[in-house]
């Protein structure tokens, strides 16, 4: 059973029709505006530094948790169908995960439809990605992460890298993925009850200010659950039983593992779209983010550090299991190793 905090949370999202935002004829001004007002009441995230700054000339943040590990990197892909969201709607989020494995962590704001359409915020997306790696960022220490839209865009981007030749990330994570625009998901008939946010009537009005008059069958950079997914690097996927994305994740996730990919999904009782999001308030969150620490780590081993003649060895420390290194010489760090 869901806790009382998550039954609250889809209460209040029911009473307040967030999902009026995607309804034919919609101030998309006004949309984001309100968006910006309710991630304005969120405050600023704590355990982390948030600094300003500019990547291909796209407005960005840099979030250094805590407890960062050497070189672990995350590019943190915002959602909100690609006519909303920003830094600021999704600096908690980011933040959050940003904890959770320990990385470096870059979010940014890539090209809004309907104004810029297809595919610009996927060209958004791959340029501050390049830029990522040309200015030495390791992509086997790098995380490729996003929600809703940004979950789309975060297979979209690794299916054009991977065609391009260009190295992949090591892993990626996804929350409620939108990869399917073309609405063909049983989901979106039997979960229409049970979503607290979205209607699936309104959905083709959102797909359409991204996509205009193309048929989203066809882009497969755009429904990525249209693309061909072999070589991909392991995947988490979550998404909640109560959305009516919820086929887009499963279906993509069958794709995959299909193609060869090593995917991870987790489907989670009673819960609605992006609750991650809402982890400061909602035990499942948190939980869901534990859930992402453990996949990163078991994935991603800690980097090798040389300090004065030693060696690091990593333990778990704290409630939230983070991985500190203890530096021992390097034959005590093989007994250690050869513990474990």
């Known amino acids: 059973m869901a806790s009382w ?23 998309v001004p006004r949309g984001r505006t309100e968006m910006e007002l309710l991630a304005r009441g969120a405050g600023r995230p704590s355990h982390c530094e948030c600094t300003k700054c500019r990547v291909v000339d796209l407005p960005s943040e840099w979030i250094v948790p805590d407890h960062p590990l050497p070189g672990r990197t995350l590019l943190y892909i915002h959602g909100g169908g690609y006519f909303f969201g920003s830094i600021n709607t999704h600096r908690q989020l980011a933040a959050d995960v940003a904890n959770a494995v320990q990385a470096h962590t870059l979010i940014f704001e ?3 439809a309907p104004e810029h359409r297809y595919p610009a915020a996927l060209e958004d997306t791959l340029a501050v990605y390049r830029h990522l790696i040309a200015t030495g960022t390791d992509p086997a220490q790098l995380i490729l992460a996003g929600d809703s839209a940004g979950g789309g865009l975060t297979l979209a981007a690794m299916v054009a890298l991977r065609d391009a030749g260009e190295p992949l990330p090591a892993l990626a994570v996804c929350f409620s993925p939108w990869t399917d625009l073309a609405g063909t998901g049983e989901s979106m ?34 429904s990525p659950l249209y693309a061909d997914l072999h070589g991909l690097p392991p995947l988490l996927i979550q998404v909640g039983r109560d959305e009516i994305l919820l086929s887009d994740s499963t279906r993509l996730a069958e794709k995959a593992q299909a193609a060869g990919v090593d995917v991870t999904l987790e489907v989670w009782p009673d819960m609605m779209h992006v609750w991650q999001a809402f982890a400061r308030f909602v035990p499942e969150g948190r939980s869901a983010l534990d859930h992402v620490a453990t996949f990163a780590h078991a994935h991603l081993p800690p980097p090798c550090i040389d300090k004065d003649g030693l060696t690091a060895s990593y333990v778990r420390i704290g409630p939230k299991g983070q991985l500190q290194p203890i530096f021992v010489s390097k034959c005590e760090n093989q007994e250690l190793g050869s513990k474990n």
């Open 189 to 222: 008939v039997t979960r229409a009850k049970a979503d607290p946010w979205f209607n699936p009537r309104q959905m083709p009005h959102a797909a359409r200010y991204y996509v205009g008059d193309q048929d989203p069958t066809t882009l497969p950079l755009a």
């Open 110 to 112: 890539y090209r809004l």
């Open 5 to 27: 905090q998550s039954r609250t949370l889809k209460l209040g999202f029911r009473l307040q029709a967030l999902s009026e935002s995607f309804s034919e004829g919609v101030n």
